[in-house]
């Protein structure tokens, strides 16, 4: 099975809600799409299900043409992160009600009931209705009746978006698990990184309407192929700063210079984009080839065993994830270290030139 989505797009109102986008989706895979608020995930998911008819372009899946087909003549299953249920029937009959529509033996049904909730654990509450249970075991029931459906398209719009950090954590480690064996084409909507990397499988970066990249999860994490990606795919996103290389020195504009060392040491001489994620961000300078940039600490925020510094580098807006929590003062002239292998290097208008070197040697 396959889906293919070839040149579609939506525009609302005026409003170009997906530019002309092309993606093909292979069965027993999962797809992750990864973008801020009102990237256009849902959008995108909606034109899958049948949901949406695209302005322009077609759908196709396993090559038949299904640009005009209703969602009800589709196999597709769909859990958003409201979660719905049907509340005057028992959990067993919620999730038991796609495959009543199939047709369905009563043995059937029983079996893939009890073992889907056995898996979201939910077997002591089959008898209970939906609004007797937590915010939680409600969702889980959602994604339940996903799963019995056997269904040859899952769509998940940020199903755990609402619940515990447990629970959360728990299902993101069982859910490509879960769905692994039914060969069914998945695509999981998120706006989290950390959320990505732990589903695995492949990565589209999504940013106001339009697909950046499209691969291996760890190959979009590790190598993006523009700035906007790199922004994207990380959490807090990507620091950039403007450098100029001259020969074999590199300098920031504001009277600090450095040795041009890793991916820079091989550039012609210009004006680059540089970019660092947060946790390579050190305030120890623990290796002899760091760079050195003199920031003003703006804000801290301390998350436990973590410490988020908010820095003003000369009008660069940076945030470092530092381990431990320091006290330090906020207003203060603040010394940050950074290894050049750690660095991606951009073009001015953000198309990639060079992936840091410890990405690389990943």
Excluded at 10 to 17: A, I, K, S
Excluded at 233 to 242: A, I, K, T, V, Y
């Amino acid at each position: 099975m396959s889906l293919v989505l070839e040149n579609v797009s939506t525009v609302l109102n005026g409003q170009t809600l997906i530019y002309p986008t092309d993606l093909e989706l292979s069965s027993g895979t999962m797809n992750v799409l990864l973008g801020p608020t009102s990237a256009g995930k849902t959008s995108l998911m909606r034109l899958m299900a049948g949901l949406d008819v695209p302005t322009s372009g077609k759908i196709f899946w396993d090559g038949k043409d299904v640009t005009g087909m209703r969602v009800q003549d589709r196999g597709v299953a769909m859990v958003y992160q409201q979660f719905i249920n049907y509340p005057s029937m028992s959990v067993y009959d919620n999730i038991a009600s796609p495959m009543r529509l199939l047709g369905k033996t009563s043995d059937e049904i029983d079996k893939a009931v009890r073992t889907a909730a056995d898996l979201m654990k939910l077997s002591p509450f089959l008898d209970r209705k939906p609004l007797e249970l937590s915010g939680g075991q409600q969702q889980r029931c959602a994604l339940a009746r996903a799963l019995v459906k056997d269904a040859g398209l899952v769509l998940l719009d940020e199903p755990l978006a609402n619940l515990d950090y447990k629970l959360r954590e728990e299902l993101r480690a069982e859910i490509p698990k879960i769905f692994e064996e039914a060969g069914s084409i998945f695509v999981y909507a998120t706006t989290e990184p950390e959320e990505a990397l732990l589903l695995g499988g492949n990565t589209a970066t999504m940013w106001e309407g339009r697909i950046t990249q499209f691969d291996k999860t760890p190959v979009v994490y590790r190598q993006p192929v523009d700035a906007t990606t790199a922004r994207v795919f990380s959490d807090p996103p990507m620091n950039f700063l403007q450098v100029r290389k001259s020969g074999d020195t590199l300098s920031f504009g504001d009277g600090q210079s450095a040795p041009a060392l890793g991916a820079f040491a091989g550039l012609a001489d210009g004006v680059f984009l540089a970019g660092f994620r947060p946790n390579h961000l050190e305030l120890d300078h623990t290796g002899t080839d760091g760079m050195t940039f003199n920031a003003t600490l703006q804000v801290t925020e301390i998350t436990g065993s973590e410490t988020f510094v908010h820095l003003d580098h000369h009008g660069d807006t940076w945030v470092g994830l530092i381990h431990g929590v320091k006290n330090l003062e906020i207003g203060a002239p603040l010394q940050v270290y950074l290894d050049p292998k750690h660095v991606y290097i951009f073009t001015q208008d953000g198309t990639s030139v060079a992936p840091a070197s410890y990405a690389t040697a990943a």
